[in-house]
């Protein structure tokens, strides 16, 4: 298995970012995934999740409005698109095949002026 994020970077307060992780080593379209976030000091926090098929999305509260989450079976990939972003959205993103013990190496995002 092998997950690979990516689309993180430095960005200025009201900014946005798109971010990606493309699966492989299992079969993609059967799980749901997640999207989650560990800021430096903090414990790791579910962000964003998304059925296998894509028809529920389920966000933390002090993203909605601003993240969208988002998947391409076909590609084998699930984004995060990430608007209005805050300093508080600072971390290291990482995604998740939903109930597995999987992990990428994580995308930083920091916000900042």
């Known amino acids: 298995v092998q997950l690979v994020e990516s689309g993180g970077g430095l960005v200025q307060p009201g900014g946005s970012l798109r971010l990606s992780c493309i699966a492989s080593?299992?079969?993609?379209?059967?799980?749901?995934m997640i999207w989650y976030r560990q800021a430096s000091g903090k414990e790791r926090e579910l962000v964003a999740r998304?059925?296998?098929?894509?028809?529920?999305?389920d966000y933390l509260d002090s993203v909605k409005g601003r993240f969208t989450i988002s998947r391409d079976n076909a590609k084998n990939t699930v984004y995060l698109q990430m608007n209005s972003l805050k300093p508080e959205d600072t971390a290291v993103y990482s995604c998740?095949?939903?109930?597995?013990?999987?992990w990428g190496q994580g995308t930083q995002v920091t916000v900042s002026s």
């Open positions: 998740n095949p939903s109930g597995s013990g999987y």
């Open positions: 080593g299992f079969r993609f379209s059967n799980y749901a």
């Open positions: 998304i059925s296998s098929a894509g028809g529920r999305t």
